[in-house]
């Protein structure tokens, strides 16, 4: 027991200091630096071939936060402004403003933390432990309609949220040698997946509020779902020259190859964790929580003469979300008298969704009669970000380095997005002691990015602080900042 409460507070403390960019030179700069650096800072893990003695990574961290609708410049234009009189020095259209939120709104952020000492490569062999915590919150457009125009009559109003949580912690060794005009490398991962949790509505239009002349009307129906204890195996590969052209050199690298957490009971964490975490909490593993509000014809009249469980139906209980019901023992079809047919359940409620999906309930099931459902049913497989680099650099003055990286993501996963991104930055090696990188890229998630980085050399000791913006190059326009620092030592 003593050994478990160890393990949780050390899983705490990561989360609480765990993130999407690996170092402050990465953020620097914005990302362009895949091949720059020889050892666990190199995104492509061909670069450590060129790597002589010992680099230890003895502490860091990376914090970002950000949101997709507003920036400083648009806080300013709305700052004091009138909505309502066109003749106003400082009239800002409604439409305007609800412009920003056309997709919703959303905040999100992350978390990064190399765990101390545990990142560092010798010679060609690198090997590292890390851990990820993201989030991300989108909240329905239609709460800034209502606060701008109030609430409108005969108009529903969409009230669907999407939160999702991510807890995990990476693993890898790393390998590179050099082989004639270019070096190859790679790095084998296991991703423990620690904790996942998702909100989401059953159905696109399953969450709304509207008022007639009869009242207020609304219903809500969402599912939240819970992991503990995660896997996946990931690879990293890359190759970069060693042969410069017209002074540049080159490299590509995929990251986080085939990687795919399954939430299910194959895993370290999840048999570590059983008898002390998990089952102690409300949902068995991969169930969800469904829970419903229907307010059906709210008025002044029956707020003053009916009961508050009369006045709205409340509604939740947890369920398993499967795609096929045909083949399941304890679900019968019941034809009624002009042929129609509905599914019905021994143990409670079958909910059918807009997704394709069914919803039964399982509160009622035994452990033994959930555990004969197909395995599709009981395990959940969540994204990761898996990335690809086209890097190259060259020296543009003495010790001056231009950088350009061309990169994309595979999938829409945290912090990752299927757009291409161009960046680029410079490195500037001219004063020993205080290395300063400075960068910007166009496209990927946010529009524009930009970073600077400092470090301070004192012997084999480097420490370094950046700083990155999102969606923006100029302060007015920032939606987001990343800061991250890392302390380094070095020996050849």
């Not at 899983?11 to 999407?20: A, E, K, M, R, V």
């Not at 469980?309 to 209980?317: L, M, S, T």
């Not at 021994?346 to 035994?366: A, R, V």
Request: aromatic residues 16%; contains cysteine; charged residues 15%.
């Amino acid at each position: 027991m003593k050994q478990k409460k160890i393990f949780l507070v050390a899983l705490l403390i990561s989360s609480i200091f765990s993130g999407y960019f690996l170092n402050p030179e990465n953020i620097g700069l914005s990302g362009s630096g895949s091949i720059l650096y020889n050892d666990f800072r190199s995104i492509n893990p061909a670069c450590i071939s060129n790597h002589k003695g010992m680099s230890i990574n003895m502490l860091g961290g990376s914090f970002g936060f950000g949101n997709d609708f507003l920036s400083i410049s648009d806080y300013n234009d709305i700052n004091g402004a009138n909505f309502d009189d066109p003749t106003s020095t400082k009239y800002f259209p409604k439409s305007d403003f609800l412009g920003l939120f056309n997709n919703g709104f959303g905040i999100n952020g992350q978390v990064y933390l190399p765990i101390p000492f545990s990142n560092f490569v010798y010679n060609n062999i690198s090997f590292s432990s890390r851990t990820y915590f993201w989030f991300e919150t989108v909240f329905p457009e239609s709460l800034m309609d209502l606060t701008l125009y109030g609430n409108q009559f005969n108009k529903q109003y969409n009230m669907t949220f999407e939160n999702s949580i991510d807890l995990i912690n990476e693993h890898s060794i790393g390998y590179a040698n050099t082989l004639g005009s270019f070096s190859y490398g790679f790095r084998l991962k296991y991703i423990q997946g620690l904790a996942n949790s998702k909100l989401k509505s059953i159905s696109p239009n399953s969450s709304y509020f509207s008022t007639d002349s009869l009242g207020f009307l609304g219903k809500a129906e969402y599912l939240m779902s819970q992991s503990i204890g995660g896997s996946s195996i990931a690879l990293d590969l890359g190759i970069i020259s060693n042969e410069t052209f017209n002074d540049w050199n080159f490299g590509i690298s995929i990251t986080n190859l085939f990687a795919r957490v399954k939430w299910d009971k194959n895993n370290i964490t999840y048999n570590y964790l059983k008898n002390s975490i998990i089952d102690q909490l409300p949902l068995r593993n991969n169930e969800k929580q469904y829970f419903s509000i229907n307010l059906d014809t709210l008025n002044a009249i029956n707020m003053i003469n009916l009961p508050a469980n009369q006045i709205y139906d409340f509604e939740k209980f947890p369920i398993v979300e499967v795609y096929d019901i045909n083949n399941i023992e304890f679900i019968n079809v019941i034809y009624n008298e002009i042929g129609d047919s509905t599914y019905v359940s021994n143990y409670g409620k079958i909910i059918s969704t807009d997704y394709g999906s069914y919803l039964i309930e399982s509160t009622n099931i035994p452990d033994e009669v959930l555990d004969t459902l197909n395995a599709d049913f009981k395990e959940k497989i969540s994204q990761y970000p898996v990335n690809f680099h086209l890097g190259a650099y060259k020296e543009v003055d003495e010790n001056i380095l231009l950088t350009i990286d061309l990169s994309t993501g595979f999938n829409n996963s945290n912090q990752t997005s299927e757009n291409w991104k161009l960046s680029t930055g410079l490195v500037f090696e001219r004063f020993e002691k205080f290395p300063l990188t400075m960068g910007f890229s166009i496209g990927g998630k946010n529009k524009f990015n930009s970073g600077f980085s400092l470090g301070y050399k004192q012997g084999p000791f480097q420490l370094t602080y950046a700083l990155g913006t999102r969606n923006g190059i100029f302060i007015p326009s920032w939606r987001g900042l990343d800061f991250s620092f890392s302390a380094i030592f070095k020996i050849n």
